[in-house]
């Protein structure tokens, strides 16, 4: 499988969390000082504004945590998706913040979007809503989780838009290929409940992936100009 990154944007992405770390520790500090400052604590002004501080400090700790996980910690979420994928062969290409759909496969399964996500629990199919749900473990994980389960029908019809909008501007064709959605889950402490598959959507356990897309690779058959086109598109963004 080729790999093709944009690692600019991933170290650039791994600074702004660095720095905004560093940043909002100072804004929590400061914001520390109100509470043991008499001369602070007593000035209501002083106070509202060193309190202000420290929130900022807070919002801004949760901005960094986001940068971080996804950009300064290994193994990155890309790194995840392509120790999924590897062992395929060199038909399929996969391009990481190459575009607006940061995680982008080309092959001969198909054109996919790959929303990763590291949610535990359960996953059910809503019959009423036709979408997807999810149920965390436990009391614990609802308030210590940070990661919430994509919308995989919102995603879905976003990614569309996305796709059509990049096709547009390059090619002013609106012969667009299917585009499809795998929501891949990297925590082994999750499981589904009902469908796992519709339409255009797919949501599936890292493990089982692979050969999943090996065998949709024998029974697709693609218009090799559309998606040359597009490889060589998001090669030279």
Same mark, same amino acid.
């Given at each position: 499988?080729?790999?093709?990154?944009?690692?600019?944007?991933?170290?650039?992405?791994?600074?702004?969390?660095?720095?905004?770390?560093?940043?909002?520790?100072?804004?929590?500090?400061?914001?520390?000082?109100?509470?043991?400052?008499?001369?602070?604590?007593?000035?209501?002004?002083?106070?509202?504004?060193?309190?202000?501080?420290?929130?900022?400090?807070?919002?801004?700790?949760?901005?960094?945590?986001?940068?971080?996980?996804?950009?300064?910690?290994?193994?990155?979420?890309?790194?995840?998706?392509?120790?999924?994928?590897?062992?395929?062969?060199?038909?399929?290409?996969?391009?990481?913040?190459?575009?607006?759909?940061?995680?982008?496969?080309?092959?001969?399964?198909?054109?996919?979007?790959?929303?990763?996500?590291?949610?535990?629990? +359960?996953?059910?199919?809503?019959?009423?809503? +036709?979408?997807?749900?999810?149920?965390?473990?436990?009391?614990?994980?609802?308030?210590?989780?940070?990661?919430?389960?994509?919308?995989?029908?919102?995603?879905?019809?976003?990614?569309?838009?996305?796709?059509?909008?990049?096709?547009?501007?390059?090619?002013?064709?609106?012969?667009?290929?299917?585009?499809?959605?795998?929501?891949?889950?990297?925590?082994?402490?999750?499981?589904?409940?009902?469908?796992?598959?519709?339409?255009?959507?797919?949501?599936?356990?890292?493990?089982?992936?692979?050969?999943?897309?090996?065998?949709?690779?024998?029974?697709?058959?693609?218009?090799?100009?559309?998606?040359?086109?597009? +490889?060589?598109?998001?090669?030279?963004?």
């Amino acid at each position: 499988m080729k790999i093709i990154i944009d690692q600019k944007t991933v170290q650039r992405n791994a600074t702004i969390g660095k720095i905004l770390r560093w940043v909002s520790l100072g804004c929590m500090l400061i914001g520390l000082i109100a509470v043991f400052s008499e001369e602070i604590f007593s000035n209501p002004n002083l106070f509202t504004i060193f309190f202000s501080i420290m929130i900022v400090g807070v919002l801004l700790s949760s901005v960094s945590g986001f940068f971080t996980n996804r950009f300064g910690k290994s193994p990155r979420p890309d790194e995840l998706i392509d120790k999924t994928f590897k062992g395929l062969d060199d038909r399929f290409q996969i391009f990481h913040y190459r575009s607006s759909i940061h995680h982008l496969l080309i092959g001969p399964a198909g054109l996919w979007s790959i929303v990763p996500t590291f949610i535990d629990g +359960e996953i059910i199919y809503d019959e009423n809503k +036709e979408n997807w749900t999810h149920k965390r473990n436990s009391l614990v994980n609802r308030l210590l989780q940070k990661e919430y389960f994509p919308n995989p029908l919102s995603e879905y019809k976003h990614h569309k838009k996305e796709l059509e909008k990049i096709l547009k501007e390059k090619t002013k064709n609106d012969d667009n290929p299917e585009l499809k959605l795998l929501v891949l889950l990297l925590n082994k402490n999750v499981s589904i409940s009902g469908n796992f598959e519709k339409d255009n959507i797919l949501i599936m356990p890292f493990e089982k992936v692979k050969d999943r897309f090996r065998k949709m690779a024998k029974n697709i058959n693609l218009s090799d100009e559309v998606y040359a086109l597009l +490889e060589d598109l998001l090669e030279i963004q």
